[in-house]
Structures are given as C-alpha cells and as structure tokens.
C-alpha cells in the first residue's frame, strides 16, 4: 500500500473492511462516501466504490454465472462474494 501514500491507503483499508462485511453488494450505499456504482462498456460487470479523488476500488462479482434479475440487470441482492481488481483512475 506503500504506493498510495498513507492517507489513500487508509482509505482503501476502510473500504475493503466495509465490502467484507457487507452481507450483499446491494447494502453498499450508492451515495458518498462508498458510492458503490456499476462501471460500463466492456466493463459493464465490474463494479467501483470511492477511495479519494480521482482514485477508484475496482472489483468485480466472485459468481458464475452472474446473478441476473428479470430485466437483465444484475441482482446486487445476490451478489455476496467479489473479487478486488485494482486501484485505479480509470477517468484518464
């Protein structure tokens, strides 16, 4: 974590800690601080909460297949298990 400089580091610890207890995706707030959102495009079942301006935790569903709801869209309510992708600025 050395490369995010303590202050991004910590928040990144708080994040983790909060996903892990999070029973489902669909409990992780879409509003600041964790702003839980679904990414799109080729990254469309990928999904990314906050850490500090411009950085981002990416991270993606640990379920196949993916759980759907009737119109398509993935069922957060679903999701209980992920995988932790990166740390990134993905606006560059």
Request: charged share 25%; no cysteine; hydrophobic share 35%.
């Amino acid at each position: 974590m050395q490369k995010y400089g303590a202050e991004r580091a910590k928040a990144i610890e708080l994040r983790l800690h909060f996903l892990k207890a999070a029973p489902s995706l669909a409990t992780v707030p879409p509003h600041p601080p964790q702003r839980r959102h679904q990414l799109s495009g080729d990254r469309k079942e990928q999904f990314a909460v906050d850490i500090k301006h411009p950085y981002r935790l990416v991270f993606a569903p640990n379920h196949n297949p993916l759980p759907q709801k009737a119109d398509g869209g993935i069922d957060l309510g679903q999701i209980t298990a992920i995988i932790i992708l990166n740390v990134e600025d993905y606006h560059k």
